[in-house]
């Protein structure tokens, strides 16, 4: 599983990144020019999604493909997860609120699937480092 305190809270104006197999190393500069590591790791299981606090994962960055309109290719588009919701029964979804102002609710399987998405192509986001 994941520890929630090796997450990044905040976004990064200018952030390098490291990318490994399971995770990718953010390092930002404050304004005094210190560098800090944020280690950002890669969801790669259900279960990991499943015992951490939904919370946690509010101003995280997804992505996700869609068909165009126009010519039917797949194209990607990346989100943030704005809030969470809890249905009767306890069962969670996220709200992604998608960079074009699209909105769509995932599921702990979607979320897990846009995270690890996002960890693949993060380098093509023009908004921001995966909070």
Avoid: C, M
Avoid at 109 to 127: A, P, S, V
């Amino acid at each position: 599983s994941i520890d929630s305190e090796s997450l990044p809270t905040e976004s990064v104006s200018s952030p390098k990144a490291t990318t490994t197999a399971a995770a990718v190393t953010v390092v930002s500069e404050d304004e005094q020019g210190s560098e800090t590591a944020s280690v950002v790791p890669k969801i790669v299981s259900f279960q990991d999604i499943k015992v951490k606090n939904p919370q946690d994962f509010v101003g995280r960055r997804v992505a996700k493909y869609f068909p165009d309109e126009v010519d039917g290719t797949e194209k990607l588009y990346f989100g943030t997860v704005d809030y969470i919701s809890l249905q009767d029964g306890g069962k969670v979804w996220w709200r992604i609120k998608y960079d074009d102002d699209d909105e769509e609710d995932f599921w702990a399987d979607d979320l897990r699937k846009g995270i690890n998405l996002y960890f693949d192509h993060q380098q093509n986001d023009k908004q921001g480092t995966n909070n």
